[in-house]
């Protein structure tokens, strides 16, 4: 496929008028025929309808062509464009779970990338117990996630106290278990949750399971359930439980920053402060 000939047609199409787009590709308008004639060949169809006193027009293969040709330009220009950016930019390969991505992650990275905007930064979420093996892999440069306890890799840990989450319109249903809404897979803060609210003699069950942490924010979203997040991983339009639902205190974790020996740069050496700095609690 000749990718001049695919402009031209495409110019053709707007314009109507091979001497219009004769200027526009600085050619000379028989040029701009042989290249339409060229790809009408190839495809073995008409695209274009025109003869001597009538007025240019699309035929129907050549309407059907043309939202082809203008894909195929656009993932050209994709492809290319994709090339110069990674050559051009210093990539950081940053591993985080789902929640983290969700809320302190946002604004770490608009204050890291506003001091390194040649730094090409991919996101990979997963839980952090499978963070911690994919950065022993070499798969990912850096982690932040739920502390994975004593690592050579590790730069950082922080406490975080743990919240009750839940919608802004959330009321407990008269009478019942208070609702709850966890991962399915169970490698989530449930432990926390029901330790708490056992100690304190208050009933609840699990209402509402999702295998997807999104899956989950959109339960409590919902107003259908309450769940349990570190402080710092609670953002809009999610807020801490009001002190009127009278729930138990429930314990911490710790947030933590681990990266490669290999990826010891400038650039991770400033993103490990920034996003240190977003972990820590000041309440």
């Not at 001497?19 to 008409?46: D, F, M, N, P, Y």
């Not at 002190?243 to 911490?252: A, H, I, K, M, V």
Request: glycine letters at 6%.
């Amino acid at each position: 496929m000749d990718f001049n000939a695919l402009k031209t047609f495409v110019l053709a199409a707007e314009d109507l008028n091979f001497t219009t787009v004769a200027e526009r590709r600085h050619t000379v308008q028989s040029a701009v025929s042989a290249q339409i004639r060229k790809l009408e060949a190839l495809v073995g169809e008409t695209l274009l309808q025109r003869g001597r006193g009538e007025r240019m027009q699309l035929t129907p293969a050549g309407e059907t062509f043309l939202v082809y040709a203008r894909r195929l330009l656009a993932l050209a220009e994709e492809a290319v464009e994709t090339l110069h950016t990674a050559n051009a930019h210093h990539v950081v390969r940053l591993g985080t779970t789902m929640t983290l991505a969700l809320s302190v992650l946002t604004g770490a990275l608009s204050t890291f990338a506003a001091r390194h905007r040649h730094v090409q930064i991919q996101i990979q979420c997963d839980r952090s117990d499978a963070l911690l093996a994919r950065l022993e892999q070499g798969e990912i440069d850096v982690a932040f996630m739920m502390d994975q306890g004593r690592h050579l890799g590790r730069a950082f840990v922080h406490s975080q106290p743990l919240v009750w989450v839940c919608a802004p319109d959330f009321s407990v249903p008269g009478g019942g278990p208070l609702p709850l809404a966890f991962l399915t897979d169970g490698r989530d803060l449930r432990r926390y949750a029901l330790k708490a609210l056992d100690d304190a003699g208050r009933q609840a069950q699990i209402s509402h399971l999702s295998p997807h942490p999104v899956g989950v924010r959109a339960l409590v979203q919902s107003g259908l359930a309450l769940t349990v997040m570190p402080y710092l991983a609670v953002s809009p339009p999610l807020i801490v439980a009001p002190d009127e639902l009278t729930l138990p205190s429930l314990g911490s974790v710790a947030l933590a920053g681990y990266r490669t020996q290999a990826a010891m740069t400038p650039e991770t050496d400033d993103l490990m402060a920034v996003l240190e700095k977003a972990s820590i609690w000041y309440g």
